[in-house]
């Protein structure tokens, strides 16, 4: 008679998830024993790393991953990177283990009190199957909510002696729609204030790039002849940077944010929150006289919108229905940016002539995975992204998700067949939060090249005092990490860089290599504006 774990495992074959993210722990182990030979266990060295391999992995692949959590320990471990998830809107099937049911009532150790409250709100579901014979159907019922819009993580708590019980008859297959198209009569209602907007300015955010809508999007922005801006920090890249409209990622902050729209009567956001703030900088959330209009497939980023209207559909069905709507404007088109003049090369390199440097080497199908907070503004500068699915980062502000984010996506890489590279740049405060990701990295013999910019400081707390005038914050110096060492005992070749000749070469060779790569570079200590 077919168990439990048995019906278990042949729902995970059928939805295609058979690589499995996770730290084994002990009430994990009567589902992992006799692993099969067909699945892939992902061995990570903390669940926190575990939970953003799996958000890089789902993410580069566009298919949902599964990550293996230890009770409620284990949970908490992942917990920081499971709230990026949830702004990420990654599609994650998080599942723990708990204690035996037998013994629950006693709360004994490692019992994961109220399982499914734990990971709320940052979890679309929840839930401890009430039976051992519910955990399929769970299962299935686990990946339809990561699924349908707006995608997001979900969580089961899985009890430790369900795995050998009988199972019932196996669930049903079904499948579920994971777009919808907008409401007609709005939809018209946006296509006619754009047609008559005198100077429309559109903004994108991640929405557009996880709908696969790059080309749809540069069809409308020609269509309307009208510049095109990023949401302000976006997780991912929204439009090619290349292009002579695109005018670069708005300010997050209120007042700034609309002082870059002002002049434009009509704005219309496409797969974004309107507006994603950090430090407040009080304002009007839109400069007078201007209307917003609003695509969006989260029904909470529309009730909390400040100002606009706006429209629920997939962000990619919304610029193709418009673009069938709007007639070509008549009207030039905006001209390009002002070319940045090259920065200086000094010693130590600024950030500027690091990411200059690192923009000239640039493989032509690179994907770039960011967590270097502090020079994110000289890194998006300098470094434009051309392709879709390119850029990831993450939209919590969190930090810790960079680095193995960046080995699940250099995995999925390998998995799909593409080969894309990946290079990661992960900030010497940020490299230390998930440092453990370069053993999986090496165990995996994943050729992922982690530039690291070298202050020794967490710059962006300083810019963050300097704004909120909040002097003698204690915690804020980084001396005494020995990059090159730390890399090496996970087993990464290592090299210090300090010119942009010696990135170049040493780019090239990371990228051929059969083991992850780590190039701290020391950077001048000067502490950008947040701003």
Same mark, same amino acid.
Request: proline share 9%.
């Given at each position: 008679m077919a168990t439990v774990r048995d019906a278990t495992y042949d729902v995970l074959r059928a939805l295609g998830?058979?690589?499995?993210?996770?730290?084994?722990?002990?009430?994990?182990?009567?589902?992992? @024993?006799?692993?099969?030979?067909?699945?892939?266990? =992902?061995? %990570?060295? &903390?669940?926190? #790393?575990?939970?953003?391999?799996?958000? !890089?992995?789902?993410?580069?692949?566009?298919?949902?991953?599964?990550?293996?959590?230890?009770?409620?320990? @284990?949970?908490?471990?992942?917990?920081?990177?499971? =709230?990026? %998830?949830? &702004?990420?809107? #990654?599609?994650?099937?998080?599942?723990? !283990?708990?204690?035996?049911?037998?013994?629950?009532?006693?709360?004994?150790?490692?019992?994961?009190?109220?399982?499914?409250?734990?990971?709320?709100?940052?979890?679309?579901?929840?839930?401890?199957?009430?039976?051992?014979?519910?955990?399929?159907?769970?299962?299935?019922?686990a990946y339809a909510t990561a699924v349908q819009p707006p995608a997001g993580p979900v969580f089961l708590s899985l009890p430790m002696d369900d795995w050998d019980q009988p199972a019932d008859s196996p669930p049903a297959p079904r499948t579920v729609a994971t777009r919808f198209a907008p409401d007609p009569e709005r939809l018209g209602e946006f296509a006619r204030v754009l047609a008559g907007s005198r100077d429309p300015v559109l903004v994108f955010g991640p929405g557009v790039d996880r709908s696969g809508s790059w080309s749809t999007a540069v069809a409308l922005a020609e269509r309307l002849a009208a510049p095109v801006w990023s949401a302000p920090a976006p997780e991912r890249a929204v439009f090619p940077e290349n292009h002579t409209q695109f005018r670069g990622v708005l300010p997050f902050a209120i007042g700034p944010l609309a002082e870059a729209l002002r002049g434009h009567d009509t704005v219309l956001v496409v797969g974004a929150p309107v507006f994603r703030y950090y430090p407040y900088v009080p304002g009007a959330h839109l400069p007078d006289g201007t209307r917003l209009l609003h695509v969006t497939d989260d029904p909470d980023e529309a009730a909390r919108a400040p100002v606009g209207d706006s429209l629920l559909g997939d962000p990619g069905l919304t610029l193709a229905a418009l673009l069938d709507l709007v007639p070509p404007a008549d009207r030039p088109p905006p001209g390009p940016r002002t070319a940045l003049a090259p920065p200086e090369v000094t010693a130590p390199l600024s950030a500027d002539a690091l990411f200059a440097a690192l923009a000239a080497h640039w493989p032509a199908d690179g994907v770039l995975v960011q967590e270097s907070p502090s020079n994110l503004s000289a890194l998006r500068r300098r470094l434009r992204i051309t392709r879709p699915a390119s850029y990831f980062t993450m939209a919590s502000g969190g930090l810790g998700y960079g680095l193995p984010a960046a080995v699940g996506v250099a995995l999925a890489e390998r998995d799909t067949g593409r080969g894309r590279p990946v290079v990661a740049v992960v900030g010497d405060g940020s490299f230390h939060?998930?440092?453990?990701?370069?053993?999986?990295?090496?165990?995996?013999?994943?050729?992922?090249?982690?530039?690291?910019?070298?202050?020794?400081?967490?710059?962006?707390?300083?810019?963050?005092?300097?704004?909120?005038?909040?002097?003698?914050?204690?915690?804020?110096?980084?001396?005494?990490?020995?990059?090159?060492?730390i890399a090496a005992g996970y087993g990464c070749a290592t090299e210090v860089v300090e010119t942009p000749d010696q990135l170049g070469s040493a780019l090239a060779a990371g990228l051929r290599a059969d083991r992850p790569t780590v190039l701290p570079v020391p950077i001048s200590t000067d502490v950008p504006s947040i701003l």
């Open positions: 998830m058979t690589t499995i993210f996770g730290n084994p722990g002990s009430t994990e182990e009567p589902f992992l @024993g006799d692993f099969p030979a067909d699945f892939h266990y =992902v061995h %990570a060295l &903390h669940e926190a #790393t575990a939970v953003a391999m799996a958000d !890089g992995y789902a993410q580069a692949t566009g298919a949902p991953a599964h990550v293996n959590l230890h009770t409620a320990p @284990g949970t908490g471990n992942g917990m920081g990177n499971m =709230v990026t %998830a949830w &702004h990420n809107k #990654t599609p994650l099937i998080v599942t723990a !283990g708990q204690q035996t049911r037998e013994m629950l009532l006693l709360e004994p150790r490692l019992t994961s009190r109220r399982a499914a409250e734990l990971p709320q709100p940052y979890v679309k579901w929840g839930y401890e199957p009430v039976r051992a014979q519910d955990i399929p159907a769970a299962l299935l019922r939060y998930s440092v453990q990701a370069l053993w999986t990295a090496a165990r995996l013999s994943l050729p992922v090249v982690v530039v690291v910019p070298v202050n020794q400081q967490y710059a962006i707390l300083k810019a963050f005092a300097e704004l909120k005038k909040t002097p003698g914050v204690p915690g804020l110096d980084l001396p005494g990490l020995d990059i090159t060492a």
